[in-house]
């Protein structure tokens, strides 16, 4: 019972420092001033030419491209775009009842053969004009643009599909107690066009937003809007610090009374 105290207490505080970390977010969130582009090259330009400029702000527009991506499994345009392709299985094993007999049991699983990530640079445009964004190291918030399960080939061929091909001599060894079910495709993009809410560092003449160099400073490039990024976060706050209170308790009862079977 002490161990399973101590592993609730943990808990406890693994989710108090999640709620920490949104409440953060969202003080961030409310504290940066939102600027137009138009703005941000103003302030830049007055400020000694713009050669040391530097302000974390927020901007809100349409994604412009004149070199987007193709998602590699739907060839969605995109400026951002992470996939992953698993294969799914089922797995026979045996055990060993009370008796002593052999009992078969199936389990399902699946491994990772495959994932990628790429961004590039775009521009979010809005009415007073235009500003250059390096969307490296951002925590984006992307669409779910694929998911797409394709039941296994009965010639065991290699999975494929967009611009994705997998070698099968790279396939990870399959088990021989494993049948392969299939392979399941998840993509998740930032389309070009669509309306995206960016907070960063506005640095250089003309300013372009970019990771802050603060460590601790938010970078974030979201297809969600500011208020409703607002709302996740107030929500998370409470969630979070109900279940923390609630772990730490269960966690300390626990602790208590292994404590007290000891003495």
Do not use: W
């Amino acid at each position: 019972m002490l161990v399973a105290g101590l592993v609730f207490l943990a808990i406890a505080a693994g989710l108090f420092a999640a709620g920490r970390s949104q409440k953060r977010k969202l003080e961030v969130l409310e504290k940066t001033e939102t600027l137009t582009t138009a703005d941000l090259k103003s302030r830049a330009a007055a400020q000694a030419g713009g050669r040391n400029f530097r302000q974390l702000a927020e901007v809100k527009g349409k994604i412009e491209c004149a070199a987007p991506l193709s998602a590699e499994l739907s060839g969605t345009p995109c400026v951002h775009y992470s996939m992953r392709v698993t294969r799914e299985f089922e797995e026979t094993t045996f055990e060993t009842d009370p008796d002593g007999n052999q009992i078969r049991k199936t389990r399902r699983g699946s491994d990772t053969v495959a994932e990628n990530t790429r961004s590039v640079p775009f521009e979010v445009v809005d009415p007073s004009g235009r500003i250059q964004v390096d969307p490296n190291g951002a925590a984006m918030t992307a669409d779910n643009v694929l998911s797409r399960f394709d039941p296994a080939d009965s010639y065991g061929r290699a999975p494929s599909l967009g611009s994705f091909a997998l070698d099968a001599r790279r396939l990870p060894p399959s088990d021989p107690n494993r049948v392969v079910t299939g392979y399941r495709y998840e993509e998740q993009a930032i389309p070009v066009g669509r309306e995206v809410f960016v907070l960063g560092e506005a640095a250089g003449s003309p300013p372009e937003i970019r990771k802050p160099e603060n460590p601790k400073a938010r970078f974030i490039i979201s297809l969600r809007s500011e208020e409703s990024l607002k709302r996740s976060a107030g929500s998370a706050i409470g969630f979070l610090r109900a279940a923390a209170g609630l772990a730490g308790l269960a966690g300390l009862i626990m602790s208590l009374a292994a404590a007290l079977r000891l003495v």
